[in-house]
């Protein structure tokens, strides 16, 4: 019975897609963008790249 949950939460562990990263690599390709992180630019997939404010470039 434990081997039948192992297997089972491997399998959808394995499921799971790594997320896309932008922004040399500082930021992470989403459909929307978390409520601490802000959209900089578009990735090349389409989605938002949402990065953390504090690796955005400063604005003059």
Do not use: D
Request: with cysteine.
């Amino acid at each position: 019975m434990k081997f039948l949950l192992i297997l089972t939460v491997t399998l959808l562990l394995a499921q799971v897609t790594p997320a896309m990263k932008c922004w040399n690599n500082l930021g992470r390709c989403r459909e929307t963008c978390e409520q601490n992180e802000v959209f900089h630019i578009m990735c090349k997939n389409e989605g938002m790249c949402c990065i953390s404010p504090k690796h955005l470039p400063a604005r003059n």
